[in-house]
């Protein structure tokens, strides 16, 4: 007996079948680079936070160091100022005692710049440091805005596995059954062929279905996560 020739319908519906498996892998490509370049983004974010912390911690390092040589300074200015009150007493007395104090006073005026001066770099220097806290601030904001993208991502991806194991399975395990009954027989009624081949088309319009859903789901996850 002559087998039956394959309908135009059945190929129709096993072409269509076969796309709808290229989109399903390559769905599943998309999501997996996505994951990958937000674990890449996570990772460069954290450098960036470490950098900054170790920038501030430096800072604080120097901002002790140019407070230490203040103190010095200060104390120096102090003692200055002593020596100048007693070179004033003795100057009606000795004329190069009178000197001498002129000459303290240029000291005391030395010092005083290099006090200014180390006000000024002081002063710079805090408001580095508080240019480096607010960098930091915004680096460590927007590595939790990153992990609780990746967070929604994540949970967005195991919804999504969920809802393919569950709507995926069966019209995939309908159509491998059909498959199967096609292998079993090769005199199939033209009646027959029709309603398996309307079986397996109702399957892959349900395949289809979802993978629009699928699509909608992932283009809908991917706006949440930039917005």
Same mark, same amino acid.
């Given at each position: 007996?002559?087998? !039956?020739?394959?309908?135009?319908? %059945?190929? %129709?519906?096993? &072409?269509?079948?076969? +796309?709808?498996?290229?989109?399903? =892998?390559?769905?599943?490509?998309?999501?997996?680079?996505?994951?990958?370049? +937000?674990? $890449?983004?996570?990772?460069?974010? =954290?450098?960036?936070?470490?950098?900054?912390?170790?920038?501030?911690?430096?800072?604080? $390092?120097?901002?002790?160091?140019?407070?230490?040589?203040?103190?010095?300074?200060?104390?120096?200015?102090?003692?200055?100022?002593?020596?100048?009150?007693?070179?004033?007493?003795?100057?009606?007395?000795?004329?190069?005692?009178?000197?001498?104090?002129? +000459?303290?006073?240029?000291?005391? =005026?030395?010092?005083?710049?290099?006090?200014?001066?180390?006000?000024?770099?002081?002063?710079? =220097? &805090?408001?580095?440091?508080?240019?480096?806290?607010?960098?930091?601030?915004?680096?460590?904001?927007?590595?939790? &805005?990153?992990?609780?993208?990746?967070?929604?991502? !994540?949970?967005?991806?195991?919804?999504?596995? $969920?809802?393919?194991? *569950?709507?995926?399975?069966?019209?995939?395990?309908? !159509?491998?059954?059909?498959?199967?009954?096609?292998?079993?027989?090769?005199?199939?009624?033209?009646?027959?062929?029709?309603?398996?081949?309307? *079986?397996? &088309?109702?399957?892959?319009?349900?395949?289809?279905?979802?993978?629009?859903?699928?699509?909608?789901?992932?283009?809908? %996850?991917?706006?949440?996560?930039?917005?």
């Amino acid at each position: 007996m002559t087998p !039956i020739e394959e309908p135009e319908e %059945l190929r %129709l519906a096993k &072409k269509t079948l076969s +796309f709808q498996q290229i989109e399903i =892998q390559t769905l599943v490509n998309e999501i997996t680079t996505l994951n990958q370049d +937000f674990i $890449f983004q996570n990772e460069e974010k =954290q450098k960036r936070a470490e950098e900054l912390i170790l920038a501030n911690k430096e800072l604080a $390092f120097q901002n002790e160091e140019k407070q230490s040589r203040a103190d010095e300074l200060l104390i120096a200015n102090k003692e200055l100022a002593f020596q100048n009150r007693e070179k004033q007493s003795r100057a009606d007395e000795l004329f190069l005692a009178n000197k001498e104090l002129a +000459f303290q006073n240029e000291e005391k =005026q030395n010092r005083a710049d290099e006090l200014f001066i180390a006000n000024k770099e002081l002063a710079f =220097q &805090k408001e580095e440091k508080v240019k480096r806290a607010d960098e930091l601030a915004i680096a460590n904001k927007e590595l939790k &805005k990153t992990e609780e993208d990746l967070k929604e991502y !994540i949970k967005g991806l195991e919804e999504m596995i $969920f809802i393919t194991s *569950h709507k995926v399975r069966q019209p995939v395990a309908y !159509i491998l059954g059909v498959s199967s009954l096609l292998n079993m027989k090769t005199n199939y009624s033209l009646d027959e062929v029709k309603k398996i081949v309307d *079986h397996i &088309k109702k399957s892959a319009i349900t395949l289809d279905n979802f993978t629009r859903e699928l699509t909608t789901f992932m283009t809908d %996850l991917k706006i949440k996560i930039k917005s």
